[in-house]
């Protein structure tokens, strides 16, 4: 067993502190996917800077309407939380889409962001791969790959990114705030996530040290008609094939403001914005979506084993987007 210090800072200075002072160290917040990869000796951190009791477990309404949810807010009460519901509710089915009850109620929402792939052979230490070990080639490649990427993989990695509220932030154009050892900054969640390219051991762009602090979801898509939906091999407890968070506005019969999003397609979530062009301003028909919706996937490269993907995500993007039409 490899011996791994624990550390239980108080504040976030103090966490990006020790986490800097300890190199190897990993920020532990809920473990639920972090101590597996522990127990299958697929992460292997000398220590661990325990975040779960940091002040960041609040949901705080801001003057513009906008929502700061703080990093350490649990699955399940983001889920539950009537505001997500009422204003964000692509957000708060993202969520129940997600794990277990049981997961839900201890993993958190900087946490989930941050879930690394499950492809079956990161996992596997007997296997190469090289988000595990750079350099050791890609065991995915040759082998069985129903459920990797289509969009946006390398040839050194072909995983899909695991987060669905990931996959909802992205389409709500939500922010991520970030502190560490060079002071705060915020990115949008889209741009969180890295596509593999020739590194895909990093998942990010977080920098050395940097700990999410929270998720702001703006304003401006509040209320506006969402919707998640997902398609996996059983009714819970399972990781998307494919997934699609929408967002839609159509004013005076015309598409004011669209979002679209894709999980389960790529190493991140893949925004749709060849889509989106397509889609402002015209009549939101049942033509004009198939034809945005195939101009974005006109891009997928699939693979031997998941060529179903590609026509999986057109169906589940027009029965999304379909179903926001209709409850205009
Ligand atoms: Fe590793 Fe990526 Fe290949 Fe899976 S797809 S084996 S994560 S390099």
């Known amino acids: 067993m490899k011996p791994c210090a624990y550390l239980r800072p108080e504040t976030v200075e103090e966490a990006t502190a020790a986490h800097v002072a300890h190199p190897g160290a ?24 325990d975040i779960s009791r940091l002040p960041l477990d609040g949901v705080t309404p801001l003057p513009d309407g906008a929502l700061r949810i703080g990093a350490t807010v649990r699955n ?10 009422g204003r964000w509710p692509l957000v708060s089915q993202a969520l129940l889409a997600g794990a277990s009850e049981q997961l839900r109620n201890t993993a958190t929402t900087g946490g989930n962001l941050l879930q690394r792939t ?26 069985v790959h129903r459920d990797h990427a ?22 709500a154009d939500a922010t991520v705030a970030l502190y560490g050892p060079d002071g705060g900054r915020e990115i949008a969640v889209e741009a969180l996530h890295r596509l593999p390219g020739g590194r895909p051991e990093q998942d990010t762009v977080i920098r050395p040290g940097e ?38 506005d159509v004013r005076d019969g015309r598409v004011r403001h669209v ?57 589940l993007a027009r029965e999304a987007l379909t179903r926001l039409v209709a409850a205009r």
């Open 26 to 49: 990993h920020y532990l917040g809920g473990g639920t996917n972090l101590v597996d990869l522990m127990k299958l000796g697929v992460t292997t951190p000398d220590t661990l800077v």
């Open 76 to 85: 399940s009460d983001l889920a539950a939380h009537p505001a997500v519901r």
């Open 118 to 143: 499950r492809c079956p052979y990161f996992q596997d230490l007997t296997q190469p791969c090289n988000k595990r070990l750079p350099g050791s080639g890609c065991a995915a490649l040759e082998r």
């Open 211 to 248: 700990l999410i602090t929270a998720v702001t979801l703006p304003a401006h898509g509040a209320a506006l008609p969402s919707v998640f939906r997902k398609v996996r091999d059983r009714a819970s407890f399972a990781f998307a094939l494919a997934s699609v968070a929408a967002v839609l």
């Open 259 to 315: 979002a679209l999003a894709f999980g389960g397609l790529a190493h991140r979530p893949w925004r749709a914005r060849r889509a989106e062009a397509a889609l402002v301003g015209a009549e939101p028909t049942a033509a004009a979506v198939d034809r945005a919706v195939d101009a974005e996937l006109a891009q997928a490269r699939p693979l031997r084993d998941n060529a179903y993907k590609t026509r999986l995500a057109r169906n």
């Open 150 to 171: 289509v969009l946006g993989h390398s040839r050194h990695c072909i995983a899909t990114h695991p987060s669905d509220l990931s996959v909802a932030l992205t389409a």
